[in-house]
């Protein structure tokens, strides 16, 4: 069947709310190949395939979108297919004046609350447990594209553990920018007046 190939600009809150691990994802379960990234106005999006995947996609896109995006804007063209062999999510293109909107803070959701008290966990009580759906967005962005050197994690380098996460695309923390835990985040400490550290258990 014939391969076509399309561009989708997508804008609104679509950075820091999971937005390209759920494209990677539908991508995948339409059988499309090409590519997503960040953008200065949003996401960029080219998917290739045959027309009925293509159509599947969109409609997909725009009506399970993830619980924390707001999609205010998409548009459309059609492109000459390339014939990459997957999809990937690419680095961030800064293409125009930034004009994305970035998701507010968001309260620690349910999954995460459940590692912060399981005994067993390796976020047990660390007091930063943030996912794709849950924890600081707007409070660490210093820069648009949303990406996590243009935050104050940039300073964190990620443990093994954490990296594999971000890397594997069945995971929630799947390009979770301020994914952390106690080996490689940052920590809280108590001070008395002087700013003399205060032991505690």
């Known amino acids: 069947m014939e391969k076509l190939r399309r561009r989708l600009r997508v804008n609104g809150v679509v950075q820091g ?13 339409c059988g499309l190949v090409g590519f997503i990234c960040n953008s200065s106005e949003g996401v960029l ?11 599947s996609f969109e409609f997909r896109l725009l009506e399970e979108p993830p619980p924390l995006a707001r999609i205010l804007e998409s548009n ?4 000459d297919p390339v014939g990459e062999g997957a999809f990937l999510i690419s680095d961030t293109r800064r293409d125009a ?14 999954q995460c609350v459940t590692e912060l008290f399981d005994r067993t966990d390796r976020r047990y009580r660390y007091p930063f447990v943030n996912c794709t759906n849950c924890g600081p967005r707007f409070s660490i962005v210093r820069s648009i594209p949303y990406d996590r050197p243009n935050t104050s994690m ?21 390009h979770a920018q301020p994914n952390a835990c106690h080996v490689c985040g940052p920590q ?3 001070l008395d007046y002087s ?5 505690t258990d």
């Open 45 to 55: 999006i080219e998917v290739e395939g045959t027309a009925s995947d293509l159509d």
């Open 76 to 79: 459309r063209e059609s492109i």
């Open 195 to 199: 700013g003399k550290r205060l032991r």
């Open 17 to 29: 709310v999971g937005f390209r691990p759920f494209v990677f994802r539908l991508a995948q379960s």
């Open 97 to 110: 004046v930034a004009s994305t909107m970035i998701s507010p803070d968001v309260a620690v959701c349910e």
């Open 188 to 190: 809280v400490e108590l």
């Open 154 to 174: 940039s300073v964190f380098d990620l443990c093994p553990e954490c990296a594999r996460e971000y890397e594997s695309p069945d995971n929630r923390r799947f």
